[in-house]
């Protein structure tokens, strides 16, 4: 039997952080394509700022190279499941 009233509980959110400031990291190669699929979801789809925390900057830079590394045939443009 559940509670209507009952409030749920959430995990609690982390703060997102930019993880290129904090390593550094000025240059996105396209030409690694197992990092790069760690920016995309199982259908191919480049993952949104609100999910990843990446800046702004980054998050432009990320879709380039995945474009870039699609174009070259690196990475798949879509798939069923990519992971």
Request: proline share 5%; glycine share 4%; net charge positive.
């Amino acid at each position: 039997m559940t509670l209507v009233n009952e409030p749920v509980e959430k995990n609690v959110n982390r703060k997102k952080y930019c993880r290129f400031k904090k390593a550094g990291i000025k240059y996105i190669d396209y030409k690694d394509p197992n990092f790069l699929l760690k920016l995309v979801n199982e259908q191919g789809r480049i993952l949104p700022r609100r999910l990843t925390g990446t800046s702004l900057k980054y998050q432009r830079k990320v879709a380039q190279a995945i474009k870039r590394s699609r174009h070259l045939a690196l990475m798949p443009f879509v798939a069923d499941q990519l992971k």
